[in-house]
Antibody
Framework: EVHLVESGGGLVQPGRSLTLSCAAS????????MHWVRQAPGKGLEWVSG????????AYANSVKGRFTISRDNARSSLFLHMSNLRAEDTAFYYC????????????????WGQGTLVTVSS | QSVLTQPPSVSGARGQRVTIPCTGS?????????VQWYQQLPGAAPRLLIY???NRPSGVPERFSASKSGTSASLAISGLQAEDEADYYC?????????FGTGTKVTVL
């Protein structure tokens, strides 16, 4: 069974940085694209960033481009999101999600989802 | 801001059929990109309900069905049950980004 467990969330001041991690298990991690999707409390879903199985393709939402960096360590079956220059509007639950298609690059979808980690940006 | 529009809420009695529309444009759904649907139960992470416009993953009940036409898509829930009370989101692709619908809360009366 696929498991995705996020960690690293917490309270951070505006302008500071934070790195989220996602530990994956139950599948061959280096064969699948991975993404981060966020949800502000009580709001809808927003795709944040994605990385292909071999890190050859990386994409970001316009709202985080230049501030967030996605990366993966296939040897450790882990996904990361380094967030810098954080803003109040970045406050959200951040979900680690897998694209279930084998070695697909883009135009995918999300299954399954981790339980999420809450990032709160506030002074 | 979402580029896929859904009604904020729909409701129906147990056993009834409800539909949730997802309205996009020629830049996303109308460009031929697939539509997915996700269910989010209260306090839980979303889960995939429909992929590739109309396909159900294993474990998803047959009462959930979906279709796509032109610049829109829709999710139907037949034989509405109490456990279907949740938020539902459509998802597609727009130029260079994945996009989600605004979300619809389904209430079972």
């Amino acid at each position: 069974e696929v498991h995705l467990v996020e960690s690293g969330g917490g309270l951070v001041q505006p302008g500071r940085s934070l790195t989220l991690s996602c530990a994956a298990s139950g599948f061959t991690f280096d064969d699948y694209a991975m993404h981060w999707v966020r949800q502000a409390p009580g709001k809808g879903l927003e795709w944040v960033s994605g990385v292909s199985w071999n890190s050859g393709t990386i994409a970001y939402a316009n709202s985080v481009k230049g501030r967030f960096t996605i990366s993966r360590d296939n040897a450790r079956s882990s996904l990361f999101l380094h967030m810098s220059n954080l803003r109040a509007e970045d406050t959200a639950f951040y979900y680690c999600v897998k694209d279930p298609r084998y070695r697909a690059m883009l135009l995918g979808y999300f299954d399954p989802w981790g339980q999420g980690t809450l990032v709160t940006v506030s002074s | 801001q979402s580029v896929l529009t859904q009604p904020p809420s729909v409701s129906g009695a147990r056993g009834q059929r409800v539909t949730i529309p997802c309205t996009g444009s020629r830049a996303n759904i109308g460009a031929g990109y697939d539509v997915q649907w996700y269910q989010q139960l209260p306090g839980a992470a979303p889960r995939l309900l429909i992929y590739g416009n109309s396909n159900r993953p294993s474990g998803v009940p047959e009462r959930f069905s979906a279709s796509k036409s032109g610049t829109s898509a829709s999710l139907a829930i037949s034989g509405l049950q109490a456990e279907d009370e949740a938020d539902y989101y459509c998802q597609s692709y727009d130029r260079t980004s994945y996009v989600f619908g605004t979300g619809t809360k389904v209430t079972v009366l």
